[in-house]
T-cell receptor
Framework: GAVVSQHPSRVICKSGTSVKIECRSL??????MFWYRQFPKQSLMLMAT?????????EQGVEKDKFLINHASLTLSTLTVTSAHPEDSSFYICSARGSGIETQYFGPGTRLLVL | GENVEQHPSTLSVQEGDSAVIKCTYSDSASNYFPWYKQELGKGPQLIIDIRSNVGEKKDQRIAVTLNKTAKHFSLHITETQPEDSAVYFCAAVDSNYQLIWGAGTKLIIKP
C-alpha cells in the first residue's frame, strides 16, 4: 500500500518558538495533502487541505498565519506552527491522496508538546 | 453537508468472537466509504474500503457491508485477536473529496 512518512515523530519546544513538521509520500505522487489535529479520545479534525503548487485551504477557525502550510512538490508538504503556545500541544497527522483517487493514506503523526 | 454517525463508542468482545461496528451517513451522493484502524499514538491505517456500486467486500477476517438505500455501512471482524484492539473510524467521502469521520469505536478484545 501507499506509504506516508512524517518527521519528527515527537517534538518538545518552548513557548514562542516555531516548529516545522514534514509529511512525505514515499511511493506515490500526492496531488493533495491534508493536515489534521487530534485531541485525546477524539476524532481527527481537518485543519487544511493543500494541492501541490497552490495555496492551502484552511478550515473555519484555523489561523492560516499561525499554521503555515507549504506543498511545494508532489511528495512533500510541511506544516509550520509559528510562535507556538501550550494550547497548540496536540497530535498532528498528515494524509496524502493521489490525483483522481478518493483514498487518503495517513502518516504516523507528530506529537507536539509546547512548554 | 455530510454527517456520519458511528456506534457503539466502545465495544468489548471475547477473543475469538466477532465484532460489528455500524455507521450511518446523510448525503446520498457519497460513494466511497473507508474504514481506518488507529492504534494508540499512531496515525490511522486504512484497513478496508467500499464503493457505492458494491454491497459487500471481504479481506480475510474483515468485511464491510453497505446498504445504500438505508445509508448505512458496517465493519465486521471475525475471529478477533488481541492485536485487533484499537480505535476504528468509519468515514464517508463527500463531493469535495473530503473525509467526513465518524466519532470512532474503541474495540477491546478480552483474552
Amino acid at each position: 500500500g501507499a506509504v506516508v512518512s512524517q518527521h519528527p515523530s515527537r517534538v518538545i519546544c518552548k513557548s514562542g518558538t516555531s516548529v516545522k513538521i514534514e509529511c512525505r509520500s514515499l511511493d506515490f505522487q500526492a496531488t493533495t495533502m491534508f493536515w489534521y489535529r487530534q485531541f485525546p479520545k477524539q476524532s481527527l479534525m481537518l485543519m487544511a487541505t493543500s494541492n501541490e503548487g497552490s495555496k492551502a485551504t484552511y478550515e473555519q477557525g484555523v489561523e492560516k498565519d499561525k499554521f503555515l502550510i507549504n506543498h511545494a512538490s508532489l511528495t512533500l508538504s510541511t506544516l509550520t506552527v509559528t510562535s507556538a503556545h501550550p494550547e497548540d500541544s496536540s497530535f498532528y497527522i498528515c494524509s496524502a491522496r493521489g490525483s483522481g483517487i478518493e483514498t487518503q493514506y495517513f502518516g504516523p503523526g507528530t506529537r507536539l508538546l509546547v512548554l | 453537508g455530510e454527517n456520519v454517525e458511528q456506534h457503539p463508542s466502545t465495544l468489548s468482545v471475547q477473543e475469538g468472537d466477532s465484532a460489528v461496528i455500524k455507521c450511518t451517513y446523510s448525503d446520498s451522493a457519497s460513494n466511497y466509504f473507508p474504514w481506518y484502524k488507529q492504534e494508540l499514538g499512531k496515525g490511522p491505517q486504512l484497513i478496508i474500503d467500499i464503493r457505492s456500486n458494491v454491497g459487500e467486500k471481504k479481506d480475510q477476517r474483515i468485511a464491510v457491508t453497505l446498504n445504500k438505500t438505508a445509508k448505512h455501512f458496517s465493519l465486521h471482524i471475525t475471529e478477533t485477536q488481541p492485536e485487533d484492539s484499537a480505535v476504528y473510524f468509519c468515514a464517508a467521502v463527500d463531493s469535495n473529496y473530503q473525509l467526513i469521520w465518524g466519532a470512532g469505536t474503541k474495540l477491546i478484545i478480552k483474552p
